[in-house]
């Protein structure tokens, strides 16, 4: 839902109802979200799915911003997602279809395509002959064709190594953390199978639309990163040339696939042009911000430990450790975002309660055979519907990284925050936290605990009187007040 406040809209954006519509036997997975004056479709790239994007801070913030100067169309392609898995990929002219009748199901006439990667070439061929459904193009990252040199874009151990979020990040956003490393690697692995993944780039390699691009009459942008490693900028400006009209924007980004990881001013800025081109002008959605601690849990060496537990014990580690994370965070008053592989991100509303459940995460988890790393940042949060990102939420994932077993480590503001506590610290040094400017003093959390000044009350030191004060300031705060006021005129000067 959203709403208007002092001219700028106001978006809170959760997680919509997955919607289904067949096609040929075929179901396709479909979302709506937001109720802007103009229908937005977007035609997913490589991989898609509609569940999982939504747990992904920069993913779901990329959405809402959409979402908020349109109404948001969202689908998986058959054989990806949530969709109907396929015997074999359709062609463009297929996809085509699929889009038309989740535009039909959705209940558009005409709408906005955004076509992302490997969907640009489908949305090019469909706006050039459905012009009557298609008001206008967005090309984000994509090609007319590409040549055979491109093909090492995508090397095979990609594939081979299906899921292993270090190789997708490599080619899709290089500048992931490791955390979030981890979670591309989730999302592919749910997104599609390896033998569809390796379907997908073998078809990709053998699209061509060059010949359809003049034949666009619908008003096209068309946007890309300048450091995209999988598609070069001259791909994206070949397909600009070719389109009568396009105006073709670049943007200075590294990552194919920026809406994974950190949505940053570039992520913004690509936003904003998307807007402006959709509605002619910008209104940023002002975000729902929120001081929190934010504590990064996961599990040491747990590739290692995988192998030598085999696949089913090894299941049964991580669900037993899910449960046991749920349980903790909830005793000691925090809240659990996201479970991410074998980790997890979780909140509180002050560092000391993350600190003591990060030990007692740690000191639990012994029993399951594995040890625990941590990492604890407090900062302004944005909040994302149920998630969490920001500034803040990064800083936390690379202090945690910086952790060795069994240690928990702190930025420099959650130890000035529990100044007072029994909590001791050892010196970490300095240390420049990828992606985040200035240097960061970092402390590991000690074991030992300073013993605390026991205190006393002020009760054993007050005057027949001050109780009296007291009593009736509980009781009849505005006599109080009254008999203040009186004796402040009494005593004024005549």
């Not at 558009?108 to 469909?126: F, K, T």
């Not at 560092?351 to 003591?356: E, N, Q, T």
């Not at 240390?431 to 300073?450: D, I, N, Q």
Request: one cysteine or more.
């Amino acid at each position: 839902m959203s709403r208007r406040a002092h001219g700028r809209r106001l978006v809170f954006t959760v997680q919509p109802q997955t919607q289904y519509v067949e096609r040929d036997g075929v179901s396709i997975a479909y979302q709506v979200v937001g109720d802007g004056p103009v229908d937005m479709l977007v035609a997913p790239g490589f991989i898609s799915h509609l569940d999982l994007q939504w747990t992904d801070p920069g993913f779901s913030r990329f959405l809402a911003r959409l979402a908020s100067f349109t109404r948001l169309i969202m689908y998986d392609k058959p054989g990806t997602g949530l969709s109907d898995p396929i015997p074999h990929l359709p062609t463009l002219e297929e996809r085509g279809a699929d889009i038309t009748a989740v535009l039909d199901a959705a209940g558009s006439e005409r709408a906005v395509l955004l076509g992302q990667s490997e969907g640009g070439p489908c949305s090019v061929l469909l706006a050039a002959t459905r012009p009557e459904r298609i008001a206008s193009l967005v090309l984000y990252g994509t090609f007319r064709t590409l040549l055979l040199t491109d093909a090492a874009a995508y090397p095979p151990e990609m594939v081979e190594h299906w899921g292993d979020g270090a190789r997708v990040s490599k080619l899709f956003a290089p500048s992931l953390s490791e955390l979030q490393q981890r979670f591309l690697g989730t999302f592919a692995r749910a997104a599609a199978s390896p033998r569809m993944a390796r379907a997908l780039i073998d078809t990709a390699l053998r699209i061509d639309v060059r010949d359809v691009l003049a034949s666009v009459h619908v008003p096209t942008l068309v946007l890309h990163a300048e450091g995209d490693r999988l598609f070069p900028v001259e791909a994206g400006r070949l397909l600009a040339d070719g389109i009568p009209g396009a105006r073709f924007v670049t943007f200075p980004s590294i990552d194919h696939a920026f809406w994974f990881g950190d949505f940053d001013a570039t992520e913004e800025a690509i936003v904003d042009e998307i807007e402006r081109f959709v509605t002619g002008a910008v209104q940023h959605a002002e975000p729902n911000r929120v001081l929190a601690s934010v504590l990064f849990t996961d599990i040491v060496a747990s590739t290692r430990r995988a192998a030598e537990l085999g696949d089913r014990t090894w299941r049964e580690v991580l669900e037993r450790h899910n449960a046991l994370v749920d349980r903790v965070v909830s005793e000691h008053g925090g809240r659990v975002v996201k479970h991410i592989g074998d980790g997890a991100l979780s909140t509180f509303g002050g560092p000391a309660m993350a600190m003591r459940c990060a030990e007692a995460l740690r000191d639990g988890v012994a029993e399951l055979g594995i040890e625990l790393r941590g990492g604890i940042h407090t900062g302004e949060c944005e909040a994302i519907g149920e998630d969490l990102g920001g500034l803040a939420v990064h800083i936390g994932a690379r202090v945690g990284a910086l952790a060795g077993p069994g240690e928990i480590v702190v930025s420099s503001t959650v130890k000035e925050l529990v100044v007072g506590s029994d909590m001791q610290f050892t010196d970490r040094g300095e240390h420049e936290l990828k992606g985040v400017p200035g240097s960061w003093h970092l402390y590991a959390l000690g074991e030992e605990r300073t013993p605390l000044l026991e205190l006393d009350g002020a009760a054993q030191y007050m005057r027949r009187s001050d109780r009296v004060a007291v009593t009736l300031a509980r009781r009849m705060p505005r006599a109080m007040r009254l008999a203040g006021q009186l004796a402040a005129r009494g005593s004024a000067p005549a």
